[in-house]
């Protein structure tokens, strides 16, 4: 009896060591480079296609055959006949086409720069699942201010009302404002309730992205970093050697270089080498035959596809070089763009955090103190509350904006 006691207690403690684990948004970035299944996939791909590239150096089955040659239709000519031999032998014969090696190296390079695409996209892969576990953590942490605020606003409305009940009893206040506080403490309780929720829900998103059970539960470090963004990162020359899907692009061009190189090395000739065994009857000379072959693919009838596709591959590399300017011009607006917001958004910040929330926050205290003191009035008291409430609550909405422009230009610049 004693050791189950003791066991669930232990199972308890480490129970409630484990609720208490806080995530920092690095660990949750190696979580997701170490355990996601899609990257995972993406490296199993490319490891396929590596395996794939060796074949290029195999060669062209052996072409055996067995037969009878220049053997008549009438069996009586196999015969010797006055002493002439007999017509017709049994033929075995051999045919073996040896591979241009420079055709080989040019198919494996081809096949074994594939596997690089793969790669690159699991870092452009990567860099969305980060944006995703960054976004929700950002707003996981602007949800956990907000309960702090939503908690002491609770107690000081539990205050005003039992000071109010109080006054009321003594005859020393009226009871029109107690109405309002009691609805608004139900007001804050509904308010936690949802941003309780939306926490839970971030927690499920993060899990997710970390390819573990959704109900792992865990908290984070609410202390947030500001990036230091500059001009110099939102140039073209920046964004090409920054963003992934532009080194994607960047390396099927290399891959189709590649396959362009392979293609027209079909149209070199080949050679082999074939033999024929005859094993003639009726007095009939063992005989041989052996010749060199040789395939021509560049034969004009014989070279029209390989040449097509050659020529194919010039013009997707051109559609995929304008599809890179594409991107960079809109990835070069967007990231201005959001920088601008987020810029804005701090100056916005820094009057609430200097000006507007310090005023009235002063504002309730003074009325706090002449409440106190009989001087004020609870509705007068509520209504300082009410602003500051709102106020705090606005400057939350405007930190959450600005940390999810962040998010979005870590996405844009690839920064992890």
């Known amino acids: 009896m004693k050791r189950i006691i003791i066991m669930a207690g232990l199972t308890c403690f480490l129970h409630a060591v484990n609720a208490q684990q806080v995530l920092r948004m690095d660990e949750i970035k190696v979580a997701i480079e170490r355990n996601h299944p899609s990257l995972k996939m993406l490296d199993a791909e490319a490891r396929s296609m590596n395996e794939a590239a060796k074949g290029a150096y195999s060669w062209m089955p052996p072409e055996l055959g067995a037969g009878f040659y220049m053997t008549p239709y009438n069996p009586e000519k196999w015969k010797v006949m006055d002493g002439q031999p ?9 045919l073996q086409m040896f591979p241009s090696k420079k055709k080989q190296d040019a198919e494996y390079a081809f096949m074994n720069a594939q596997s690089s695409v793969e790669l690159q996209k699991k870092a452009m892969l990567e860099n969305e699942l980060l944006y995703t576990a960054r976004k929700n953590y950002y707003d996981w942490i602007v949800l956990e201010k907000k309960l702090k605020v939503l908690d002491e606003n609770e107690r000081l409305l539990n205050f005003m009302m039992q000071s109010a009940e109080i006054r009321y009893k003594n005859g020393l206040g009226k009871i029109n404002a107690y109405y309002k506080a009691k609805a608004a403490i139900a007001t ?63 390396k099927n061009i290399e891959v189709n270089k590649l396959e362009r190189v392979a293609e027209l090395a079909k149209l070199k000739p080949e050679f082999g080498i074939k033999y024929d065994h005859m094993m003639g009857w009726a007095k009939q000379p063992w005989l ?11 034969a004009k009838w014989s070279s029209k596809m390989n040449k097509a596709k050659a020529e194919s591959l ?15 011009n809109e990835a070069g607006g967007m990231a201005v763009s959001a920088l601008s917001e987020l810029e804005l958004k701090k100056k916005q910040m820094n009057l609430y955090e200097q000006q507007i929330i310090p005023a009235l926050r002063k504002n309730f205290q003074t009325m ?3 409440y106190e003191q009989n001087t004020e009035e609870l509705f007068e008291l509520f209504d300082a509350w ?6 705090q609550m606005d400057y939350f909405d405007q930190l959450q904006k600005a940390l999810q422009m962040q998010a979005e230009l870590m996405k844009i610049l690839e920064i992890k």
Do not use: C, H
Not at 86 to 94: D, I, Y
């Open 386 to 391: 009410e602003a500051l409430n709102m106020t």
């Open 288 to 298: 041989f035959s052996a010749m060199v072959m040789m395939k021509l693919p560049l």
């Open 86 to 94: 007999g017509m017709g032998a049994v033929m075995l014969s051999g």
């Open 188 to 250: 804050v309780g509904n308010m936690k309730l949802m941003l309780s929720n939306e926490i839970s829900q971030k927690r499920i998103m993060i899990n997710t992205v970390m390819n573990r059970d959704v109900a792992t539960s865990f908290s984070i470090d609410s202390n947030y970093e500001w990036v230091g963004f500059n001009s110099d990162m939102f140039t073209n020359t920046a964004l090409m050697d920054q963003r992934s899907d532009i080194k994607v692009i960047n």
């Open 314 to 328: 010039v013009w997707q590399n051109e559609a995929l070089v304008n599809q890179q300017q594409m991107i960079v």
């Open 368 to 370: 706090q103190l002449g």
